[in-house]
């Protein structure tokens, strides 16, 4: 069963010289309607061709895997018997070279903390396989290279 997803990526060149590289990497993804600045990291394009305050396609990605391992270990953890208050994660990811020496995503790692109440709170070792369980069912996660590291903790209401 297959499915689509659509985004749209809109960037213009505003009256900028582009042939000498100085041209703002600022641009607006859009999805169902919402819009989103995007613009390469400061790390890699300065300022002010990048912009700080738009979202990178490599903070994207990071928050596309910590936003998809969420959703399935919430609902592992309503399976489990568990009453989720509210969840977080700080994800990161990391950038290193390759064998050819290209930059590549090469670990995520996910720092998610669960605060639960009522009567059920999970063992670690519950919690570690609700999050084993949510990471073997991410679509994103099926989609990187990216080593990815899940730290769980939960924290009672």
Known sequence: MAHDFHATIRWSR??????????SRAHVWAFDGLEVPGSSAPSSVRL??????????EEALVAAASSCHMLFALDFARKAGLTVDSY???????LTPNAAGKLFLSRVTLTPVMTVSGETIPTEEELA???????????VAHSLRAEMVILPRVVKA
């Open 14 to 23: 505003d009256g900028a010289v582009f042939t000498d590289g100085r041209y």
């Open 129 to 139: 396989a609700i999050h084993h369980k949510a990471h073997a069912e991410c679509y």
């Open 48 to 57: 002010p061709l990048s912009r700080e305050d738009a979202v990178d396609p």
């Open 88 to 94: 977080e994660d700080a994800a990161v990811g990391e």
